[in-house]
Nanobody, 115 residues
């Protein structure tokens, strides 16, 4: 079955950096686009970044120039490097894949940006 496991969240001061990782299994990882989403308290879940099988990328406007998504098809992982973090980046971050059957989500990892 499809499994997505995120890691790397935590508490960081404004201006700091974090790197999130997601390890995938149960599907042919190299053939699917992957994405990171986030959900802040009281808000809807939103797309943060997307990477295609050929490493084309998309970023939500508020994270452009600060976040970088990458993938390693040999390890079945995607990463999200987050730099110059802001308090408004505080959210639970989710890794996701949309297969032919359905969209799958990881369990999420909390990122808190606060002084």
């Amino acid at each position: 079955q499809v499994q997505l496991v995120e890691s790397g969240g935590g508490l960081v001061q404004p201006g700091g950096s974090l790197r999130l990782s997601c390890t995938a299994s149960g599907f042919t990882f190299s053939t699917y686009p992957m994405s990171w989403h986030r959900q802040a308290p009281g808000k809807e879940r939103e797309l943060v970044a997307f990477i295609s099988p050929t490493t084309n990328t998309y970023y939500e406007d508020s994270v452009k120039g600060r976040f970088t998504i990458s993938r390693d098809n040999a390890k079945n992982t995607i990463d999200l490097q987050m730099n110059n973090l802001k308090p408004e980046d505080t959210a639970v971050y989710y890794c996701s894949v949309n297969t032919k059957a359905q969209r799958y989500w990881g369990q999420g990892t909390q990122v808190t940006v606060s002084s």
